[in-house]
Each structure stands twice: as structure tokens, then as C-alpha cells.
């Protein structure tokens, strides 16, 4: 099973919205609800900032959005802060007992 | 407060077995639906999903190293151990464990993380 596709970067200024895309095929991300994505500062462990495609855990702010559109999850950083800027990765469920993760997205806030 | 934290040797050498220890505390791995996961990180590449078990001793593999690794787990001590046969160079990452709250099987998220642990492989 491939790594799910990611663009590498993305950017946006403070205060703007900003998309991240995560590219599967039917077998994962079009196939369940079953899309997480991570954030992840340099030198830090991954944090949880969406779950089951759109649900948001508690203590994430609501600046913070999931959707996903045929075999297509996104990220959506609304009202961005200088403290977003960090690596973004999807993880979806694939079928068969297997998991797997995006390649990375590194937000940079302009 | 939920917390876990990795444990294990950073250098092994080439072939040798790895054998990491995840310590956890603010939550019990006999609660239905409860699982935690190992999730390594080469150096500035992306996450890579390796083993997950759950509280009913259940276990899942990453298929392109199922043959090498085993997940298991002490629940009397709060401990998940993972074991990776046949080491190499490119299994050179940070190992991170993670709690998996809840849901459906197929629903696999994880919150929180430990901080990881680097291990190089190198002879």
C-alpha cells in the first residue's frame, strides 16, 4: 500500500485560510471515515487535530476543519497564527488491518 | 492525564533485534476499546504506522514488516513492548508509541503520543 499523497509545503499569511490536501484511492481514504491528521512542530512529538475525517478533539481550537470529498481528505486552517506553522500529516485507514500516513505537509506562515 | 514514554536502546547493530518499551499511565489497557501503537519516524521523512494492540489482545502489523515485528503487552506493569528482528540502517528513526482511545476497530486515532526515542542502527 502506497503512502497516501500530500503536497510537500503549503503557505498563508496570518489571518488567512489555508488548505492541506490528502490524496488516497477507494481502498483507504474514499473507502471509510476513517481519516486523522497530526500536527507536528520540529523536534516534537505528533499532536492529534482531527479525527474520523471532521471531528475535532477536545482543547483543538475550532480554526481547525476536516472534510473529505471522494478519495480526497483536507485540512483546513482557518484565521491562521504563527503558531499553526508546523508539518501536517493525514493517516487513514486502509482495509486489511492496515494503517497508513501521508507524506507531510510543512505549513509556513508567511 | 494520559502519558507514555519510550524506552530502549539508540544504537543497535545491523541484524540485531530491537526490542522498545512503552510505559503508559493514566489509562488501562483492559478498558474496552483501548489500544496503543507504534509509529516510527526516519530522520525528516514522514510517519510510518508499524504495530497496534489492543485491549483484548488483539494485534495488527504494518504488512511490509509484519515478519519482523511483534507487539505485546503487561498490563500489570502498563507496559506495550514491540520487537523488530534483522535490524538495518534504514530502520534508523524515532519510535513513537501512542494511545488509541476508542471506536470501531477499523477507527484507529491516537492521542496522545510519548516524546519518542531515536534509534540508530549502525555497525
Known amino acids: 500500500q502506497s503512502a497516501l499523497t500530500q503536497p510537500p509545503s503549503a503557505s498563508g499569511s496570518p489571518g488567512q485560510s489555508v488548505t492541506i490536501s490528502c490524496t488516497g484511492t477507494s481502498s483507504d481514504v474514499g473507502g471509510y471515515n476513517y481519516v486523522s491528521w497530526y500536527q507536528q512542530h520540529p523536534g516534537k512529538a505528533p499532536k492529534l487535530m482531527i479525527y474520523?475525517?471532521?471531528k475535532r478533539p477536545s482543547g483543538v481550537p475550532d480554526r481547525f476543519s476536516g472534510s473529505k470529498s471522494g478519495n480526497t481528505a483536507s485540512l483546513t486552517v482557518s484565521g491562521l497564527q504563527a503558531e499553526d506553522e508546523a508539518d501536517y500529516y493525514c493517516n487513514s485507514y486502509a482495509g486489511s488491518n492496515n494503517l497508513i500516513f501521508g507524506g507531510g505537509t510543512k505549513l509556513t506562515v508567511l | 492525564q494520559i502519558t507514555l514514554k519510550e524506552s530502549g536502546p539508540t544504537l543497535v547493530k545491523p541484524t540485531q533485534t530491537l526490542t522498545l518499551t512503552c510505559t503508559f499511565s493514566?489509562?488501562?489497557?483492559?478498558?474496552?476499546?483501548?489500544?496503543v501503537a507504534w509509529i516510527r519516524q526516519p530522520p525528516g521523512k514522514a510517519l510510518e504506522w508499524l504495530a497496534l494492540i489492543y485491549w483484548d489482545d488483539d494485534k495488527r502489523y504494518s504488512p511490509s514488516l509484519k515478519s519482523r515485528l511483534t507487539i505485546t503487552k503487561d498490563t500489570s506493569k502498563n507496559q506495550v513492548v514491540l520487537t523488530m528482528t534483522n535490524m538495518d540502517p534504514v530502520d534508523t528513526a524515532t519510535y513513537y508509541c501512542a494511545h488509541r482511545p476508542w471506536g470501531a476497530k477499523a477507527s484507529n486515532w491516537f492521542d496522545p503520543w510519548g516524546q519518542g526515542t531515536l534509534v540508530t542502527v549502525s555497525s
Open positions: 493514566g489509562f488501562s489497557l483492559t478498558t474496552s476499546g483501548v489500544g
Open positions: 474520523e475525517v471532521s
